[in-house]
T-cell receptor
Framework: AQKVTQAQTEISVVEKEDVTLDCVYE???????LFWYKQPPSGELVFLIR????DEQNEISGRYSWNFQKSTSSFNFTITASQVVDSAVYFC????????????WGAGTKLIIKP | EAGVVQSPRYKIIEKKQPVAFWCNPI?????LYWYLQNLGQGPELLIR????????DSQLPKDRFSAERLKGVDSTLKIQPAELGDSAVYLC?????????????FGPGTRLTVL
């Protein structure tokens, strides 16, 4: 079974629309970490956020926000007022003791923002 | 501050030839990772170093892949001999701490094409 599921393979929206990227994870550990990375067409993975399992407070950074809900094992990412520069593949990842803290990556969601 | 440096950015070789990739992590980062990324997928860990010690190489195909980080700074990943299926992007990442739950900073990758 996949430990990190990003069910949306590709999302296409028009600029200025809000968009939410879903991430569902699976772990038996009580202490774990969740990450989001962005991979633009240039190829370099860019760290966006890390969240530990004891901190369920939602995070907002400019147009980006993250909703962490342990009850549904989800860590969703919302971009408000999307821009063309947001076009990229976005990866959600899990780090847990059971996997020796290796980053377990989702398959990624390709986000296309049309002008 | 300079990011993770990788070279070369692109490499095209014939099958059965050897190839080597070099990575220089962010200054002061103890942990270094080598990943393989196939098109449309998330990165797959090959090896993780903490300083000069390989602490997780369970997914490194040791019959043809080798890696070293002799002085605990830069690192080299080698494939000998290369096979068609090795065509992929090889990513290097580093993190400041000694555990994988720290955020990782990625280099631009080396795109390998095996003909």
């Amino acid at each position: 079974a996949q430990k990190v599921t990003q069910a949306q393979t590709e999302i296409s929206v028009v600029e200025k629309e809000d968009v939410t990227l879903d991430c569902v994870y699976e772990t038996r550990d009580t202490t774990y970490y969740l990450f989001w990375y962005k991979q633009p067409p240039s190829g370099e993975l860019v760290f966006l956020i890390r969240r530990n399992s004891f901190d369920e407070q939602n995070e907002i950074s400019g147009r980006y926000s993250w909703n962490f809900q342990k009850s549904t094992s989800s860590f969703n990412f919302t971009i408000t007022a999307s821009q063309v520069v947001d076009s990229a593949v976005y990866f959600c990842a899990l780090s847990e003791p059971d996997s020796n803290y290796q980053l377990i990556w989702g398959a990624g969601t390709k986000l296309i923002i049309k002008p | 501050e300079a990011g993770v440096v990788q070279s070369p950015r692109y490499k095209i070789i014939e099958k059965k030839q050897p190839v080597a990739f070099w990575c220089n992590p962010i200054s002061g980062h103890n942990t270094l990772y080598w990943y393989l990324q196939n098109l449309g997928q998330g990165p797959e860990l090959l090896i993780r170093y903490e300083n000069e010690e390989a602490v997780d190489d369970s997914q490194l195909p040791k019959d043809r892949f080798s890696a070293e980080r002799l002085k605990g700074v830069d690192s080299t990943l080698k494939i000998q001999p290369a096979e068609l299926g090795d065509s992929a992007v090889y990513l290097c990442a580093s993190s400041p701490g000694l555990a994988s739950y720290n955020e990782q900073f990625f280099g631009p990758g080396t795109r390998l094409t095996v003909l």
